[in-house]
């Protein structure tokens, strides 16, 4: 049963910066893709970021190109989200899902995910 636990959400004011964790349990994740997702009141969850847990390789949603950056730390099974110059608009949960299909932007390339984190960014 995978376990997905996301951490590090808060209010923070915009131009700032936070780093969301998400720690992984359950699977050998070598195989596997991780990523963020965030939905906004009134909205539809979007994709934020992703990262191939072998190798490394990532993409982003344009919207978060140059500000966020994800990353993973293999030995202890855990993704980070490093989110800077953020804005009002960044405002939602954050959710932090897996999944076996490469550079899929949907929801349902992810098959397991986390309760989520919530970002607030005050202007």
């Known amino acids: 049963q995978v376990q997905l636990v996301e951490s590090g959400g808060g209010l923070v004011q915009a131009g700032g910066s936070l780093r969301l964790s998400c720690a992984a349990s359950?699977?050998?994740?070598?195989?596997?893709?991780m990523g963020w997702f965030r939905q906004a009141p009134g909205k539809e969850r979007e994709f934020v970021a992703a990262i191939r847990w072998s190798g490394g390789s990532t993409y982003y949603a344009d919207s978060v190109k140059g500000r966020f950056t994800i990353s993973r730390d293999v030995a202890k099974n855990m993704v980070h989200l490093q989110m800077n110059s953020l804005t009002p608009e960044d405002t939602a949960v954050y959710y932090c899902?897996?999944?076996?299909?490469?550079?899929?932007?949907?929801?349902?390339?992810?098959?397991?995910w986390g309760q989520g984190t919530q970002v607030t960014v005050s202007s």
């Open positions: 899902a897996v999944g076996v299909s490469w550079m899929v932007m949907t929801p349902t390339g992810y098959d397991s």
């Open positions: 359950g699977r050998t994740f070598s195989r596997y893709n």
